[in-house]
């Protein structure tokens, strides 16, 4: 079993930046990709970011590249998402999630945080 939280969200105006954080215990952190997703009511959980267990691979939603980057620290075992320039349009629920071979599918992810709220005002 693998536990996540994340923390670091709340409201922001336009341009501004947050970080997030996803604390994980349990099994050996290292071995596992991890993910942010975002949701709004209404609509689907969306990919946002991935980071492979030993960070060399990362990958973004069009949407974000430029503005969000993914990042880990392995002896914290925890995972980062550093978000700037944000958008109005970035307000949603933002998740991390694990999974052994980290992917855009929610689908692929075998645990879930609880979320951290991210509200941009115009």
């Known amino acids: 079993q693998v536990q996540l939280v994340e923390s670091g969200g709340g409201l922001v105006q336009a341009g501004g930046s947050l970080r997030l954080s996803c604390a994980a215990s349990?099994?050996?952190?290292?071995?596992?990709?991890m993910g942010w997703f975002r949701q709004v009511p209404g609509k689907e959980r969306e990919f946002v970011s991935y980071?492979?267990?030993?960070?060399?691979?990362?990958n973004s939603a069009d949407s974000v590249k430029g503005r969000f980057t993914i990042s880990r620290d392995n002896a914290k075992n925890t995972v980062y998402l550093q978000m700037d320039s944000l958008k109005p349009e970035d307000t949603a629920l933002y998740y991390c999630?694990?999974?052994?071979?980290?992917?855009?599918?929610?689908?692929?992810?075998?645990?879930w945080g609880q979320g951290t709220q991210v509200t941009v005002s115009s």
């Open positions: 999630a694990a999974a052994r071979i980290p992917s855009t599918r929610t689908k692929e992810y075998d645990y």
């Open positions: 349990g099994r050996t952190f290292s071995g596992y990709g």
């Open positions: 980071i492979t267990g030993n960070s060399r691979y990362t």
